[in-house]
């Protein structure tokens, strides 16, 4: 069962740290550069999100792209002036992609890019999922989130990348500005993640990510 979980987990956080990273202080809140996430970077490559007027309503708190399991797109969980609010840069400047996983039916996600920025494929993703076991592991999420915690994340060089508590959003969380990921999840019914591939700092990181989240849980339909 541990071995499943393990997998799975793996297949939810796919996203990993730059090979790249610089040896960071212990830390986390000092004013270190958060290191850009590579993982991230392959999300701006996905091609542009394209919403139908024919599949866009109104469910709730969103008026949004709902595919056939009832996910709402990514996309429209946090809006392009929020993220430049605390990226400072235009809001106009920042271009969406749609970064859903293809052999994902239980997942979407969304990358906000821009250019201009002194790293590749600048950017910060939200992704959005239920639970892809629920049948076999209910808690599945809860596992999830735990193991983070306790176990960590393996970056592109085998590190172990340990995550901190995060209490601010849902019933449990935990991030690391190391790995630039904040995760939290609702009950074991849906998990979000915010991921960052920036040069911010560790402090202005962490107050981003926490006023994404909220408007990402004030915008979400349960």
Known sequence: MRILLLLIVTAFLSCKSDSTTATRSANEDSKTEAAPNKSVQEFAKSKPTVSSAETRSTKGKVETNFDKNGIPDACDLLTQETIAKYIGIPAESIMLSDGTSPSSTL??????????????????????????VADDVPDYLTYMVQSLKSDGENNMTGEVIKFKDWPEFGDDGAYSTEAGKYVWRVGNDWAFMIAFNTTMKARDQQKAAKAYAKEVMERMTF
């Open 107 to 132: 997942q979407r996600a969304c990358f906000f890019k821009w250019d201009g920025s002194e790293i590749k494929n600048a950017g910060v993703m939200v992704q959005v999922q239920q639970n892809p």
